[in-house]
């Protein structure tokens, strides 16, 4: 079992940016996919962006971030980024770290985001 944690999301004006962290409680397996997905009140948990692979070797976005944001690893530090540029108020909602690893699924408590226009 591992545990998640995020950290980083805050209140940001329109057009700035934030960096979202995820530390994991023990070493990220190179074959987990590392995740980012966001939730707004009485919607459904969306996809963000994913990160495969010790070096990064596999990425995906969400359609509407691509561009904007960019997730990472830092494999020393067991910990998975989301750098977010160029927010927009449509941005706003709880972002969570998932692990998805051999068919089981980790979940951060989560980290809200809020984007004033």
């Known amino acids: 079992q591992v545990q998640l944690v995020e950290s980083g999301g805050g209140l940001v004006q329109a057009g700035g940016s934030l960096t979202l962290s995820c530390a994991a409680s023990?070493?990220?397996?190179?074959?987990?996919?590392m995740g980012w997905y966001r939730q707004v009140p009485g919607m459904q948990r969306e996809f963000v962006a994913s990160?495969?692979?010790?070096?990064?070797?596999?990425?995906n976005y969400k359609a509407s971030v691509k561009g904007r944001f960019t997730i990472s690893r830092d494999n020393f530090k067991n910990t998975v980024y989301l750098q977010m540029n160029s927010l927009k108020p449509e941005d706003t909602a709880v972002y969570y770290c998932?692990?998805?690893?051999?068919?089981?699924?980790?979940w951060g408590s989560g980290t809200l985001v809020t984007v004033s226009s």
């Open positions: 998932n692990q998805r690893w051999r068919g089981l699924d980790y």
């Open positions: 023990r070493s990220i397996f190179s074959d987990a996919v």
């Open positions: 990160i495969t692979g010790s070096s990064g070797d596999y990425i």
